[in-house]
Structure formats: structure tokens, C-alpha cells
């Protein structure tokens, strides 16, 4: 019988705190198990993921090697007392495998020559148990800063889309927005939908194979050169993962696969633009839980403005943090029947971006599969450019300033 534990996040109901560290224990005894658990519980810095009741069995042990690739937790915690060599073996092969993972020894053990020799084996904590309390959170902490320092050298942003209510042009705007940002920065669109998605259409990009869902079901062997079997580029430079083509049943993934694979596009592109399907269900928020920003995408129109609110109240309500919203009024109109201020007022938030109504523009880039085709000097063109140099971070020229007026940044 297998007596190993494996705790699936998607059990607990809700999504771990995306910055949670992941803890593999292995063959840790009974209690010293369940000591950490008891740590564990009274600290939100990190969880126990898996507690393997076994050592790697030999080199070929490869059930052992994916069972931990697929898992990849930030730290394994060998126990080293029930056969030294055989830790020693599994802490260097996870070294090899899981080069991200950090390795702690834990011992009943103190002799200077074995702590050495776990040190040289891979471990960079060696911790003597009963395991102190604070001992094992500074390591945590060390674990979490290292963490969160190659994340910010290397972090690209997420930007997520969500349609307050169908129709208002969240994919619309998620491709102009993508098309337009790979003119600069190595970018992604991500369609995360579970059957029909758009993205594809919009950009007449041909019927591909593979899709999002079919990566989101591939973890564990996620890496760059695999990642491209699954990218469609468009002829603007966009890279593309798309949706199901909706001849099959519906795709989930489960939060925790989607968390990783953004977590693992975060690294390898600027900006990773997602086309979230408006449903607000568990893996949507697994997905915006990790975004630098979601827009909320609305028209100025009674029905999609109640929705954005709602849309406020429910995030509110999971403590989704306020100001990673952002409110987009797509198909605005001068001087339309609902004043800007009534809009915020309703919403009881600040309008970020005004997006004007430019139906032909628009169909025009549509049918070219083309969102870079809409007129250069259109007020659609300038409103996305701006955007751009928005978050590229480049100043937008004084002369521009001033003419902002009706498009521009308001900030929210
Ligand atoms: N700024 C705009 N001006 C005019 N029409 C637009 C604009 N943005 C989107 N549309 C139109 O709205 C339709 C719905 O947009 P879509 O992006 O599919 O919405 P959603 O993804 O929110 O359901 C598109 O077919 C497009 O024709
Ligand atoms: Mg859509």
C-alpha cells in the first residue's frame, strides 16, 4: 500500500496564496511530520504539499523523479536518519532535476562531517531535530526572498481580460492590446477559454493541433523547447497558445496546473496577455490571482456597468486586491448618454482606460486577421498606443499630453 500523502490545493476549496512556498517532505518520521504540520498550520509562508515515505531507489527510479517534477515544490525536506547514503543520493539527483527546489536536510544527527557531507549533496539548510520553530522559518524566509528576487529579475506581467459581460470586447481588446505590445516586447496571448475561443478567429491563425489546455495537462514537462510545439505566431510577431477548437467536450485544468503554467510563461515572456473566460469560477481566479492587472472590460450601457459593479463586489469579497483592477469603458462615445462621472459613480471606482466605439476599424481588422491593420491615425490606434507606452513605461511626448484628453490615462 502506498502510505504517501499528497494534499491537492483544489481539496481545500480555494487556491493557496499564489506566494505560499510548496514543501516536499521525505521519509521524515512520525514526528517530526507531524511537527512541521503543526508549524505549518500557524504560518501561511508555506504548505506541505507531499510527504513521500520513500528515498529515489536507484538512478533509474524515474516514477520517483516525475512524481517530484510534476509536484515541483520550493522545498524538499530530506530526512536523513533513515539511510544516509540513500538521502544523500535523492538530495543530488533533486539537484540535478528540480534545479529551482531547495533542498534542507533534517537529522537527529549533529556530527560536523555529516552535516558537510548533506551540505555537498545539494542541502543548504541542515536542521537538527526536534526541529526549532525559528530556525525553519528564517530558512523559509531565505527560500521566499531568494524566490521573490528571480522573480522580479525575470518576471514578465501578466495582464488579464475579463468581459463584465459578454460581448463588451474583452477579446477585442486583449489582441489589439498583445498585437500592439509585441511590437516591442516579447509577448503572449493566452485564449483561456475551455471550448470556443476567439482569439483564433480574430486572428485568423490556422487550425492548430495542440492548445492551451493540452499544456495545462503537461506540467511536468514544461520547459521552452516544449512550449513550442503549442505556440501559434502570428505574421505581427504575437505568439499565441490557443483554445479548444470546441469539437471536444470542454477543458479544465484545475488552479493549480493553470498557477503553474503562468508562473512558468512569466518567466520566459515580457508580457503574457490572458483572454479569461468571463465565468468567475475557480480557474479564472486561480489565473487573476497571479495577474499584475485585470481589466474589467464594459461598455457604457446600464446593464454591462451593473455587472462591473457585481463584478467589484464579488473580487471585493474574495479580497482580491482593489487596485490590481482596472476598469476599461471599451465603445466609448463622446458625449454618449452616460456622462464619465455617472459611470464612476456607479462603479464606485475610477475609469482607468477609455477605449472609443470604432466598429469599422475594428471589423476591418477582423476580417484582415490583423489587429495592427486599423488606421495609423485613428483615435483607436492612438488610445492603444498610449495604452502601450503606458505600461512599457515609455513617456508619452508632451505634444501627446496635451490631446490626451478623451483617451487617456486617468489611473484607477
Ligand atoms: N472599440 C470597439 N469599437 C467598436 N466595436 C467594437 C470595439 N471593441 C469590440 N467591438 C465589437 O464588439 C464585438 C464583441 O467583442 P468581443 O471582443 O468578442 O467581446 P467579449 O470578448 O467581451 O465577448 C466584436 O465583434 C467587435 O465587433
Ligand atoms: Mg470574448
Known sequence: MNSDRTTRHSERGKAPAADSLSIATLCLDQEASSQLRGFLDSMPLAQLVTELQHYLADEQ??????????LR???CIIDFDRDREKAGRTAERIREVLTETAIFAASSKSQPDLIIRAMRSGCTEYMIKPVDRDQLLEALARVGGR??????????????????????GATTLAIHLAAHLAQ??????????????????????????????DLAENTHRLDSDFLQGFVVRHPTGLEVLPAPDGVESPRHAGSEALQRIMEFLRAQYEF???DCNPALNEETMAVIDLADHLYLVATPEILSLRNVARHLE????YDYP???????????MKGGTITDAQIEKAIHKNIFWKVPNQYAEIIKAINNGDPLS????SELMRSLNEWVEALIGKPIPESKKAEKGMFGFLGG
Open 322 to 332: 482593489r487596485d490590481k483592477i482596472r476598469v476599461i469603458i471599451n465603445r466609448h
Open 147 to 168: 524566490r521573490r528576487e528571480k522573480r522580479e529579475q525575470t518576471a514578465g506581467q501578466i495582464l488579464t481580460f475579463l468581459s463584465a459581460k459578454g460581448g463588451t
Open 314 to 317: 464579488f473580487l471585493g469579497r
Open 374 to 377: 486599423i488606421a495609423p491615425r
Open 184 to 213: 516591442t516586447k516579447k509577448t503572449l496571448l493566452v485564449d483561456l477559454h475551455p471550448d470556443l475561443g476567439d482569439a483564433s478567429i480574430f486572428l485568423a491563425l490556422p487550425r492548430h493541433q495542440y492548445h492551451f489546455y
Open 61 to 70: 527510479d524515474s516514477v520517483f523523479v516525475d512524481r517530484l517534477k510534476d
Open 73 to 75: 515544490p520550493d522545498i
Open 272 to 274: 503574457v496577455v490572458v
